[in-house]
C-alpha cells in the first residue's frame, strides 16, 4: 500500500502562509539555538516541499531530504536550483531502517506524528549522527485531534512534552532542551509547535 499520503495535498502545500510562516519560525528557532559555524552536512527528516530546510540552507554544504512521498519529493526537486546548498533528494521510509551514514545534524517539522514506533525513531536518529551531532525536531504539543481534517497517517494528536523528551533521552540523547517555536494558526483554532533540541 502505498504510503503517499500527501498526493493530494503536494501541489497546494506551500499555498497555505500560515503554513509557511509556522515553518519559518520554526527554522528561525532552530537557528537560534545552534551555532551552525560547524555544521556541514544536516538530514532533513519527512522535508516535504523543502519549507524548512530551504530557510537553513546557506548555512550547511549539504543537506540530504528524506521523505517517503513521490508527490512531496517532486515538488522539491522542481525548486531544488533555488536551495543554496548542495541538496540530495532521498524517497525512503526512515521510520523502518536507519540509512548507514552520519550527518552532523538533524532537523524535522511536522513529521514527527506520522511516525507510529517514536521511541524507534529517535534510536534511528541517534545512530546516523556523528558524535556531538544534534536533533532539532519540532512538532504539535497535544492537541484535541482537529488539526487534521483527514487522520489518515496520523498515529498522535501531537506529544506531551516530557514524554517526547523523554524518548530522546532513552535512545542515548543529552543537553535535551524543550521551547515554544511557533503557532500554527488554523480556522478551527491556534496549534502551539514545540522544538526538542538535543545532542549526541
Ligand atoms: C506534514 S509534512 C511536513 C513537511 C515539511 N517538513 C514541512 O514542515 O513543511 C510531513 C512529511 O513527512 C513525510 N513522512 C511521513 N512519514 C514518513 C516516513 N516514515 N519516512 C519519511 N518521510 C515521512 C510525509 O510524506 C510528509 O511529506
Do not use: W
Not at 49 to 78: C, P, Q, Y
Not at 100 to 107: N, Q, T
Request: charged share 25%.
Amino acid at each position: 500500500m502505498s504510503k503517499d499520503y500527501f498526493q493530494q495535498k503536494a501541489n497546494a502545500y506551500e499555498q497555505d502562509e500560515n503554513r509557511v510562516k509556522n515553518v519559518e519560525n520554526i527554522a528561525n528557532a532552530i537557528l537560534n539555538h545552534f551555532d551552525f559555524h560547524n555544521i556541514k552536512h544536516i538530514m532533513d527528516f519527512g522535508s516535504g516541499t523543502g519549507l524548512l530546510l530551504e530557510n537553513l540552507a546557506r548555512f550547511v554544504d549539504k543537506i540530504t531530504a528524506i521523505d517517503i512521498s513521490t508527490s512531496m519529493n517532486k515538488k522539491l526537486a522542481e525548486k531544488s536550483s533555488a536551495v543554496t546548498c548542495e541538496l540530495e533528494i532521498l524517497e525512503i521510509d526512515l521510520s523502518e531502517k536507519p540509512l548507514d551514514r552520519k550527518f552532523d545534524g538533524i532537523i524535522s517539522s511536522m513529521t514527527m506524528h506520522h511516525i507510529s514506533d517514536i521511541q524507534k525513531m529517535f534510536n534511528n536518529f541517534y545512530h546516523m549522527l556523528h558524535v556531538n551531532g544534534f536533533i532539532a525536531i519540532a512538532d504539535l504539543e497535544l492537541e484535541d485531534g482537529d488539526f487534521h481534517t483527514d487522520d489518515t497517517g496520523v498515529f498522535h494528536f501531537g506529544f506531551e512534552p516530557k514524554a517526547f523528551l523523554n524518548y530522546a533521552k532513552e535512545a542515548g540523547f543529552k543537553n535535551l532542551a524543550f521551547k515554544s517555536a511557533s503557532i500554527a494558526h488554523k480556522p478551527n483554532g491556534d496549534y502551539p509547535i514545540f522544538l526538542l533540541t538535543g545532542i549526541k
